[in-house]
């Protein structure tokens, strides 16, 4: 449950308390025991929404489902209290009614509803057979109550489609993120290894051209020349042609404008992860000009970075999420920054580390952070993360005019390949 709805069910329940209020004037009768049951309901709510807690979102479901049914309670325990069974208390059955239909279908919406107001009807029409009964009041809130479910039923019918593509939506993303990040990793991987192989073959022809003073240890060289050769041969028929790229799809330079680029991608996590209460938005500080470079890898890297912002809000009931856009020097900059809780000073040693997660709930793959900074680098850029007392912000740089490839020191595994940072 988000602030939102939080607000909502306070709303409502205040408005069924000035209902009752309102009908029990001139009666000896007084709502302040159900006053102090409501708030009581609604600050324990309250503690548990805006602190983000629980934070196993099967936990807060159910969370929300308990205080949606204690709101349905509420309001049968105030038209009882105060002995108003055709007045409008009963209506405060409809918000909770509707947000239950939202988080668990029509049907649970539809009987939030209806057996309220059924067994009211039920218990008037046992009431009826005294001398004071009203059977025709009894049939009016049945049917009354029959009206009510459509409601919550009519919600939740309308919002399965929208569930079902946002769900379709969320599962393209997120295979078309893991799959580059995957075949990212063990392009890297599988480069590594045939550098090393590079690396052993290159050493072992020095060590062959030394002076050959001892046979016997001339023809050990040579067998480790050959062998080192050898698997350099088989990794070269497995990788093929591209062992020699940094992953196994080059970039390619088409004409990006960033501006564009970076309201697509926040459109699609936005649809892909519909995260309940955090706010996303998109400011342009100052503007860049079109550039040529590799479209996908600045995607990707960006995609990567807001889906893990949105979900550490998400996480925790709500957020922001504020994506900035700015020109500096030579550079184009995206920051993107979120109050998800930050990153603690563990994790933050291992943050660009492959299958490293600062979320060990999540289920991903923990390879969005370090292959985007791969994916940035092969175009020339970076990608740096800051966080600090709750709040995270990471900094995607993108030059604006062609650069060379940036190598970290830690991947280059010889000394003939040209290192960065």
């Not at 067994?119 to 057979?129: K, N, P, R, V, W």
């Not at 809000?313 to 856009?325: M, Q, Y």
């Not at 952070?369 to 740096?384: K, N, Q, V, W």
Request: with cysteine.
């Amino acid at each position: 449950m988000t602030p939102a709805l939080w607000t909502l069910r306070a709303v409502n329940l205040l408005l069924v308390l000035a209902a009752a209020y309102l009908g029990a004037r001139g009666k000896a009768v007084s709502v302040a025991l159900p006053a102090f049951a409501a708030l009581a309901v609604l600050g324990a709510s309250a503690g548990a929404v805006f602190s983000g807690r629980p934070g196993d979102p099967r936990a807060r479901r159910l969370a929300s489902a308990a205080f949606c049914g204690a709101d349905i309670l509420l309001v049968m325990w105030v038209a009882q209290w105060t002995q108003q069974w055709a007045g409008i208390i009963d209506l405060g059955v409809l918000a909770p009614a509707v947000m239950l239909a939202l988080d668990f279908g029509a049907a649970a919406g539809g009987l939030a509803a209806v057996v309220p107001a059924l067994f009211t009807a039920a218990l008037l029409i046992a009431m009826g057979s005294g001398p004071n009964g009203n059977p025709g009041l009894a049939w009016t809130l049945f049917l009354r109550g029959l009206l009510f479910a459509l409601a919550p039923v009519a919600a939740g019918l309308a919002l399965g489609p929208a569930r079902s593509r946002a769900a379709a939506a969320a599962r393209e993303t997120v295979a078309r993120l893991r799959a580059a990040q995957v075949g990212e990793y063990l392009s890297f991987a599988l480069f590594q290894l045939r550098d090393y192989a590079i690396t052993i073959t290159s050493l072992s022809e020095a060590i062959a051209l030394a002076p050959r003073d001892d046979p016997r240890q001339t023809e050990r060289f040579e067998r480790l020349r050959k062998a080192a050769a050898e698997l350099s041969v088989k990794l070269s028929r497995v990788l093929g042609d591209q062992s020699a790229l940094t992953t196994a799809r080059p970039p390619t330079a088409t004409a990006v404008v960033l501006g564009s680029l970076v309201d697509a991608c926040v459109d699609e996590c936005r649809e892909a992860f519909a995260p309940d209460g955090v706010q996303v938005s998109v400011l342009v500080e100052s503007a860049t000009p079109p550039i040529h470079s590799d479209r996908r890898s600045i995607e990707l890297a960006l995609l990567s970075v807001l889906q893990n912002s949105l979900e550490a809000c998400a996480s925790r009931g709500g957020g922001a999420v504020t994506v900035l856009l700015r020109r500096e020097g030579g550079n184009a900059e995206i920051e993107v920054s979120d109050d998800g809780g930050g990153v603690s000073e563990t994790d933050k040693l291992t943050l660009f580390e492959p299958f490293a997660s600062a979320r060990r709930g999540s289920h991903g793959l923990g390879l969005g952070l370090s292959m985007s900074r791969r994916f940035l680098e092969r175009i020339g850029g970076a990608l740096r993360i800051k966080s600090k007392g709750g709040y995270t912000a990471a900094l995607l740089v993108v030059p604006l005019e062609r650069e060379l490839p940036k190598i970290r020191l830690e991947d280059s595994t010889w000394a003939g390949r040209r290192a960065e940072h």
